[in-house]
């Protein structure tokens, strides 16, 4: 096992502090040093890497992750202040094999060209809607605006995520059904 610098000169080895999560719906009890990240947590411990690290420095979204409802940086958020919480990640989103309409967007308005920002964009629509702040596509805009996208899908990106925050409930259910007539998306579908 790889040792830190300290342990050579003798010093104690870390604390370790038990932090009890709630990810995807499945429960996990851990072990972790006090300055281990939620997003370190999460891809290195858990291997849920579809939530990815780009500046992590709280700068570009890319970590972005969902605990208790709110979007948050996982990279700014150490794992032990989250103790007791639920978190979401990119992997938590579909239902089965059903993609979240989110999702679903993304695919139909070809929002994504390397995919990387994807999860991170996906995890802040959705805590966007679950804020119900926004009202206009600039709203929209706004409020997406900590999450860059170095292959400038910006306009594809706008358009899933309007297509689904900006729906009146009664006209997003018909456009859930007339999605459903052009063919579910499922997992299986996308691209590997
Ligand atoms: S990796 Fe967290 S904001 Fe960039
Ligand atoms: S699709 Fe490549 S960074 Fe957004």
């Known amino acids: 096992m790889a040792r830190l610098p300290s342990d050579a000169a003798g010093a104690a080895p870390p604390q370790l502090h038990a932090v009890r999560l709630r990810i995807n719906g499945r429960r996990h009890e851990l072990e972790v040093p ?6 370190d947590l999460l891809r290195d411990r858990l291997s849920l890497t579809g939530t990815k690290k780009g500046c992590d420095h709280g700068q570009c979204g890319a970590c972005t992750v969902l605990v208790d409802g ?5 990279c700014l958020t150490l794992a032990v202040m989250r ?3 639920e978190v979401t990640t990119v992997e938590g989103l579909a239902d089965g094999d ?12 070809d ?4 995919g990387y920002c994807t999860p ?4 802040s629509a959705v805590g966007l809607i679950q804020e119900g702040q926004a009202r206009t596509e600039d709203d929209v805009r706004e409020l997406m605006s900590g ?3 170095r292959c400038g899908a910006y306009p594809q990106i706008l358009r899933a995520v309007c297509e689904v925050a900006l729906a009146p409930k009664s006209a997003s259910d018909a456009g859930e059904r007339e ?3 052009v063919g579910r998306v499922t997992a299986e579908s996308l691209p590997r």
């Open 83 to 85: 103790d007791g919480c």
């Open 120 to 123: 991170g964009q996906l995890c």
């Open 98 to 109: 059903e993609l979240h309409p989110l999702q679903q967007a993304f695919l139909r308005h």
């Open 179 to 181: 999605a459903g007539s």
């Open 70 to 74: 709110e979007r948050i940086l996982s």
């Open 111 to 114: 929002a994504l060209q390397c």
């Open 147 to 149: 999450n860059l996208c």
């Open 34 to 39: 006090p300055w281990v990240t939620l997003l």
